[in-house]
């Protein structure tokens, strides 16, 4: 099959690329039979959060096998809940200025929704 019919990107290394009809039809299986991309990134913030069941985590592995732009959700969104987790840690370390009065009170009139004093 020409690359040029094959409508992945250069990019993508997923385990089952779809490049012939043997591994066409593989994926077509896989998609057909695991939570769709859109369900992939719902049960990937949801993981989490609280333990999935095992039949779901096994649908998604096997999602994996064809979708490398879910496996690479997952593992950015991972990174980021460890950065953001660590970070807070050290946030003394970064500054220790705060807002001034006028500031604060201008930003709680913003969020009240109310139109600032002389406007």
Do not use: W
């Not at 290394?13 to 039809?25: A, F, H, M, P, R």
């Not at 970064?94 to 913003?110: D, M």
Request: with cysteine.
């Amino acid at each position: 099959m020409p690359e040029e019919d094959n409508p992945r990107t250069p990019d993508d290394d997923s385990l089952i690329q779809g490049k012939n009809l043997v591994t066409q039809k593989v994926t077509a299986v896989i998609f057909r039979n695991t939570p769709t991309c859109a369900q992939m990134t719902r049960l990937i913030s949801e993981e989490l959060d609280r333990p999935l069941p095992l039949a779901t985590r096994l649908r998604m592995r096997i999602h994996f096998l064809a979708c490398c732009y879910c496996e690479r959700y997952k593992k950015n969104v991972r990174f980021l809940r460890s950065f953001l987790l660590s970070f807070s840690k050290h946030l003394d370390e970064i500054s220790n200025e705060t807002l001034s009065p006028e500031a604060k009170e201008r930003l709680k009139t913003s969020l009240r929704g109310e139109d600032p004093p002389g406007a």
